[in-house]
């Protein structure tokens, strides 16, 4: 809750006019508490987890024909029914788990500083923050996601998430209720080590799930934004991890590549898109086997 009644009492404060997007802010946040705007992000996550995979499914429908070349594992088809089971099943995990940990979570927001009040960061500040909360979070998901492929952890916990071999948006967060607060921990951490404003929290939370949902979608389109990341991973990149399935040692990266890379686990990997390349080169040469170039698939090499 803002501590100015009016917006003038905000200016003085400030020593100037505020933006217009200041004065949103204020107009929204101003009566309302701390407590209830971080609860948003409660909301934020069922509209993320209900409508973005959507798009994907979207375009299965109506666009086959023109994305199909696009279907990383284009030899694996989910039904409808068997979609909506793995969506019914993540907002189960949503009620029961994610949504109660947002509430009783806000005291540690509290203590790592996360502000309500004005000014609003620039959005440079905003740019900043976000890329400090994704390299720590990658970083240590990384380590977290390489313990979970142990024996106990991928027994016990992980293995829930690798029953999609060939993942859909639908199952980014389908996880054991384990994994998920987890999980949760490189989140806040990023926070942590930089605090922000709650919109570039809100951001943070929203853009990763985006992105956890995209890298899960079973499809490589060439006109998303994200391709042009540095050192960012992507659909292709993290699909041949599910393939591989529960012995992968490969790809254990979320968002970026360099840990795989530093740390020797993206060998896999890079020796199948190797193979790949030798057998479209090969190919390209042989009129007649030119068809043959678009049904050869991360399915037909499989290398861990």
């Known amino acids: 809750m803002l501590p100015y009644a009016t917006i003038q009492e905000a200016e003085t404060a400030l020593g100037r006019s505020l933006t217009t997007a200041e004065n949103l802010w204020f107009n929204y946040s101003a009566a309302k508490s701390d407590y209830f705007l971080y609860c948003h992000n409660i909301l934020f996550l069922f509209v993320i987890f209900s409508a973005v995979p959507v798009y994907y499914i979207f375009l299965e429908i109506f666009f086959v024909d023109s994305i199909k070349s696009y279907k990383i594992q284009p030899k694996v088809k989910l039904s409808l029914s068997d979609t909506l089971r793995c969506y019914k099943t993540v907002m189960r995990m949503f009620i029961f788990v994610v949504g109660p940990l947002q509430l009783v979570s806000y005291p540690s927001i509290k203590m ?24 720590v979070e990658d970083y240590l998901n990384y380590w977290i996601h390489r313990f979970l492929h142990c024996k106990w952890g991928y027994e016990k916990i992980h293995k829930v998430h690798h029953e999609y071999t060939a993942p859909i948006g639908f199952a980014a967060p389908y996880a054991h209720w384990a994994e998920i607060l987890i999980l949760g921990i490189p989140s806040f951490l990023g926070p942590a080590f930089v605090p922000g404003h709650m ?34 991973g992507g659909p292709d990149y993290h699909d041949y991890h599910h393939y591989v399935g529960g012995q992968s040692q490969s790809n254990f990266s979320s968002v970026f590549t360099y840990c795989d890379y530093i740390y020797g686990t993206d060998k896999g990997y890079r020796y199948q898109k190797k193979v790949l390349q030798q057998l479209r080169e090969g190919l390209k040469s042989n009129d007649e086997q030119i068809g043959v170039l678009h049904n050869v698939s991360a399915q037909d090499v499989k290398v861990d």
């Open 112 to 135: 790592i500083g996360i502000r309500t009040s004005l000014p609003l960061p620039s959005l440079w500040e905003i740019i900043a923050q976000l890329g400090v909360y994704f390299v």
């Open 199 to 232: 919109i570039t929290f809100w951001l943070w939370i929203g853009l990763r799930q985006i992105e956890a949902i995209e890298t899960h979608s079973g499809y490589d389109f060439p006109w998303t934004p994200t391709r042009y990341i540095p050192f960012y």
